[in-house]
């Protein structure tokens, strides 16, 4: 099998060889923003969606992309071409570019660098979405959109990771993470969900979450289905009382949470709205109309 191409700074060249230098802004202070992106059979799933989040998260840390929305965009493709790309993951990253080792990015001194991997990705096994993951509640609090706000996809992912090591500390597959008033947000990678009596509900936005993309076409799957679907606030208690709970992330698709804190969510297992809107989800994917062809 040929090397993994990565296109970077206007070349595609062999992943062995694709090097940023050790000034650049993203890798000092995580100064940057991304995207994770999923291609479903020789489609990106929702390419447009995902180009308009990233020209808002840009716009967000006033970073000046170095390309067109419509370049960016033919970069993704064709990545997915040179990788033989039909199911698989793109991650696109821009960078603030080297900058010295000042925390203030001066105007005109540095070029914003862009580039995109396209891959593989397999974050769950077949038997995970059926037994649902084991998540803990972490002790860290979800940043405030007064620090840096969550819908802002930025390099800086410390508050996140840090909750995922105190997760896996405890044997747990993720962590569930509360703002300062103790309500919930959202996991480390993915949105949260709950089911009660046949109600589905997620968090709002504005209580400190990311607008996942698959956040997006589960709420519009799940109202298309006939549920009740609402954005509403809601606590640690709501989870550990619900019916089901389930989590959504490009990489996890949706998948069930069955424990937390080492309490059983309903059945203890994936039930039955959780795998009714996974076998829709996946069926959703494969609609022409809901992605680019590579």
């Not at 509900?201 to 076409?217: C, F, K, N």
Request: charged share 25%; net charge negative; aromatic share 8%.
């Amino acid at each position: 099998m040929s090397e993994q191409v990565v296109y970077l700074e206007g070349a595609y060249v062999p992943l062995s060889e694709a090097k940023i230098p050790v000034m650049d802004h993203g890798l000092l202070y995580g100064d940057g923003i991304f995207e994770g992106i999923r291609a479903y059979g020789g489609r990106v799933f929702r390419l447009d969606d995902h180009m308009k989040r990233f020209q808002a998260a840009a716009r967000a840390i006033n970073l000046e992309l170095p390309l067109s929305i419509e370049e960016i965009t033919s970069i993704v493709l064709e990545s997915c071409r040179r990788n033989d790309i039909v199911d698989g993951y793109v991650r696109l990253v821009c960078t603030r570019g080297a900058d010295g080792l000042g925390l203030y990015p001066k105007p005109g001194s540095a070029k914003p660098r862009l580039f995109c991997i396209a891959g593989q990705v397999a974050l769950y096994s077949d038997e995970a979405y059926k037994r649902g993951l084991k998540v803990i509640t972490s002790h860290l609090r979800r940043n405030k959109a007064t620090i840096v706000d969550p819908q802002i996809k930025s390099l800086n992912y410390l508050n996140n990771i840090l909750a995922s090591i105190e997760a896996h500390r405890y044997g747990a597959d993720e962590a569930l993470m509360l703002n300062e008033e103790g309500v919930v947000t959202e996991c480390t990678g993915d949105n949260i969900f709950i089911v009660k009596n046949g109600v589905i509900s997620t968090p709002p936005v504005w209580l400190g979450t990311l607008d996942g993309i698959t956040r997006q076409a589960v709420i519009r799957i799940a109202r298309e289905m006939g549920y009740e679907m609402n954005e509403t606030p809601f606590t640690h208690f709501n989870v550990l009382n619900a019916d089901e709970a389930f989590l959504t992330g490009t990489a996890a698709e949706i998948i069930a949470l069955t424990e937390l804190d080492g309490q059983k969510i309903g059945s203890g297992v994936a039930g039955e709205v959780t795998m009714k809107l996974l076998a829709a989800f996946r069926d959703y994917t494969k609609k022409p109309e809901n992605g680019a062809k590579i």
